[in-house]
């Protein structure tokens, strides 16, 4: 295992990520004050957050000003959670973990008749992580 290798790739994920959040952001502003321009950097961004650099890069042949903008509030989100992040990671890992392996172990040690006929939480499934409706994959 590669930690650093690990890491670095963790980090770009996260960059990616701000800069989605940083659009979601700025295009919930615009729809307040210039729904056109909200309207406009939506549908310019959809399909295209998933490489915010080359995102950004591109969006530089379109709208400059967007471009500062979305530097700007990328910058400062993650000022704000960089700090809190390392151990919200950590415990939410540990967290779910203990979770599944909570359910492994109850999966584990029941019997196949006594699962079926005595315990009608035998067929429950294992816990789900939250649904994160900021995901990049969800449709704004």
């Known amino acids: 295992?590669?930690?650093?290798?690990?890491?670095?790739?963790?980090?770009?994920?996260?960059?990616?990520?701000?800069?989605?959040?940083?659009?979601?952001?700025?295009?919930e502003q615009l729809a307040e004050t210039n729904p056109s321009e909200s309207i406009w950097l939506r549908r310019y961004s959809a399909g295209k957050l998933e490489d915010g650099e080359a995102y950004i890069q591109g969006l530089m042949l379109e709208r400059k000003d967007l471009v500062l903008r979305i530097l700007t509030v990328r910058e400062h989100l993650a000022e704000t959670i960089l700090e809190f992040l390392p151990e919200m990671v950590r415990t939410g890992v540990q967290q779910a973990n203990m979770e599944h392996r909570r359910y492994l172990l109850e999966r584990l040690t029941q019997t196949p008749d006594a699962a079926s006929t005595e315990n009608p939480e035998s067929d429950r499934q294992p816990p789900d992580s939250e649904s994160d409706e900021d995901s990049p994959l969800s449709n704004d």
């Not at 930690?3 to 959040?21: E, F, M, P």
């Open 1 to 27: 295992m590669n930690s650093k290798h690990i890491a670095k790739n963790t980090a770009k994920v996260l960059q990616n990520y701000l800069t989605y959040q940083a659009v979601k952001t700025i295009a």
